[in-house]
Antibody, heavy 121, light 113 residues
Framework: QLQLQESGPGLVRPSETLSLTCTVS??????????WGWIRQPPGKGLEWIGS???????YYNPSLKSRLTISVDTSKNQFSLKLSSVTAADTAVYYC?????????????WGKGTTVTVSS | DIVMTQSPDSLAVSLGERATINCKSS????????????LAWYQQRPGQPPKLLIY???TRESGVPDRISGSGSGTDFTLSISSLQAEDVAVYYC?????????FGQGTKLEIK
């Protein structure tokens, strides 16, 4: 059964870079035609799609975050990662990784449990 | 960006009664080439990640009880729960995956009356 697990620091200082990794188990990140994505949820608020990547490194980014965002994939480790630079308190959220059901224009079929990131000095 | 607007923001329904949540997109999410509505519904229980319920506007995900159903086309969609159970207490989100950026509705909180 496919499982996704987010990991990374729970506390990031303002103006620094937030870095998270999603480890995929129960399936290969590169063996199937799936996109892999990041979604976040600020405390008490709704869901915001951040960006998605294919194992060939093709990416789609939310324009609202694009200037600060890098999503990468490491097929040898079966992981994909998110880096968000110049963070502020507005980036405080639960960050989820998820697998699309196919190409980019598809729904999020499998989600990780999420990891909480707080931006604070 | 396609704006997704859900109504109501919150809803209280008695156990065994019907709950209906609406979702309206700012432009059509019906793709003419395949005649599919690029619209999904998710359920998020407290402290948990979102769970996929419905995709292509009306296709139920495996394991989702058949009292939960989705309908609609174009810009207007509905999620219905025919006989509310205690386990249905959650926030429900619609999402369009027709265009980038993918966008979600603001969520509808469903409670027991």
């Amino acid at each position: 059964q496919l499982q996704l697990q987010e990991s990374g620091p729970g506390l990031v200082r303002p103006s620094e870079t937030l870095s998270l990794t999603c480890t995929v188990s129960g399936g290969s990140i590169s063996s199937s035609s799936y996109y892999w994505g990041w979604i976040r949820q600020p405390p008490g608020k709704g869901l915001e799609w951040i960006g998605s990547i294919y194992y060939t490194r093709t990416t789609y980014y939310n324009p609202s975050l694009k200037s600060r965002l890098t999503i990468s994939v490491d097929t040898s480790k079966n992981q994909f990662s998110l880096k968000l630079s110049s963070v502020t308190a507005a980036d405080t959220a639960v960050y989820y990784c998820a697998r699309h059901n196919g190409g980019f224009y598809s729904y999020m079929a499998v989600w990780g449990k999420g990891t909480t990131v707080t931006v604070s000095s | 960006d396609i704006v997704m607007t859900q109504s109501p923001d919150s809803l209280a329904v008695s156990l065994g009664e019907r709950a209906t949540i609406n979702c309206k997109s700012s432009q059509s999410v019906l793709y003419s080439s395949d005649n599919k509505n690029y619209l999904a519904w998710y359920q998020q229980r407290p402290g948990q990640p979102p769970k996929l319920l419905i995709y292509w506007a009306s296709t139920r995900e495996s394991g989702v009880p058949d009292r939960i159903s989705g309908s609609g086309s174009g810009t207007d969609f509905t999620l219905s729960i025919s006989s509310l159970q205690a386990e249905d207490v959650a926030v429900y989100y619609c999402q369009q995956y027709y265009s980038t950026p993918a966008t979600f509705g603001q969520g509808t909180k469903l409670e027991i009356k």
